[in-house]
């Protein structure tokens, strides 16, 4: 438990050794402890300052955690507010005499993805298949295997340009992906299309490269990877040579590519009869969340573009997904 060290010392409430605990046990199950450690701080300091001397968490206690602080922002309370509230949760279970604080919303937000069409798809794939590269040639090579990465296994932009050549295995198609946003390893694997798509990009480039280089490398100097702005300046052209309308901040994103791509899984293990408490859980690891809120909102938006799965959702994913709005935060990786 290497991660707890930095925090082993800095939380000095009644509730100091319960919280190291409880990091504990997030950060043996995969989780990022780092921002769920930074909302407790917040919680220790406030038990410092009430100068809680007994492991008893009041409702009035929890009411005034819940107080929007001088200049906080919604995001920010969200974090702080339910982060406490999951752990008294916690603590509850095993005993204790706490009331957890009400959940709080996150606000309104005006973030709303594109999700692309069958339509859309096929014409942005001949735009990137096709599209004149001019000078930059290994961008020829580069775009449509970048671009299916997102499209197909719905990686994030940053994982896919951290891919190195020791992390692909081509007899198996298997790519583990080692720098992540939430700093758990995981696999992908690649479809047949897909990996022979990889295997012809390693035939023309990887001899060129050492084995902890990225693959996706510049165009005249060695390791000097691809950059996310010039994936954003492709990505606008072919969505232009496409035929899709682009409305700047609005999109549609490259990060587009991963909802579409979650969105249309989700989708596909409803529709092939997988219970859907265990089909968010397969999402989950699939997209590398640390919980499962976030695909609940990729649930919601499965629902909404294929009304009729709605038929297929038990009462309580029903409830859940009603109260979404109200409980749960914006997924992180909206960006």
Request: net charge neutral; proline share 3%; hydrophobic share 40%.
């Amino acid at each position: 438990m290497a991660n707890l060290g930095r925090y082993s010392s800095k939380f000095k409430s009644v509730w100091a050794q319960e919280i190291l605990e409880y990091l504990k046990i997030k950060d043996a199950t995969g989780f990022n402890i780092s921002p769920i450690a930074n909302n407790l701080l917040a919680l220790d300091r406030f038990c410092n300052e009430k100068q809680l001397k007994e492991k008893i968490f009041t409702r009035e206690d929890a009411d005034a955690y819940r107080l929007t602080r001088n200049h906080e922002a919604t995001g920010t309370r969200y974090k702080r507010v339910n982060t406490a509230k999951l752990f008294f949760e916690w603590l509850q279970l095993h005993g204790y005499q706490v009331t957890p604080p009400r959940n709080v919303s996150n606000g309104q937000h005006s973030f709303v993805p594109h999700i692309y069409t069958e339509k859309e798809s096929i014409a942005y794939f001949k735009a990137v298949d096709t599209y004149d590269y001019g000078q930059s040639g290994r961008c020829a090579i580069i775009m449509p295997l970048f671009f299916r990465l997102l499209a197909c296994n719905g990686l994030r932009i940053g994982e896919a340009l951290a891919i190195r050549k020791c992390d692909v295995d081509l007899g198996a198609g298997v790519i583990k992906l080692r720098k992540t946003k939430n700093g758990a390893e995981r696999y992908t694997i690649l479809n047949d299309d897909l990996l022979a798509l990889m295997r012809a990009y390693a035939n023309k480039t990887f001899y060129q490269i050492k084995d902890h280089d990225a693959i996706f490398w510049g165009f005249t100097v060695l390791n000097n990877c691809i950059s996310q702005s010039t994936i954003h300046h492709y990505h606008v052209e072919f969505l232009h040579k496409a035929g899709i309308p682009y409305n700047g901040e609005k999109g549609p994103r490259v990060h587009d590519w991963r909802w579409t791509a979650a969105v249309m899984s989700c989708k596909q293990l409803i529709d092939n009869g997988m219970d859907m408490h265990t089909s968010l859980i397969y999402l989950a690891q699939w997209l590398g969340h640390s919980d499962l809120h976030s695909c609940e909102y990729y649930l919601r938006y499965a629902t909404t573009l294929f009304p009729y799965l709605c038929s297929k959702l038990d009462d309580t994913l029903e409830k859940a997904l009603a109260s979404l709005e109200d409980t749960l935060e914006v997924p992180e990786d909206v960006d």
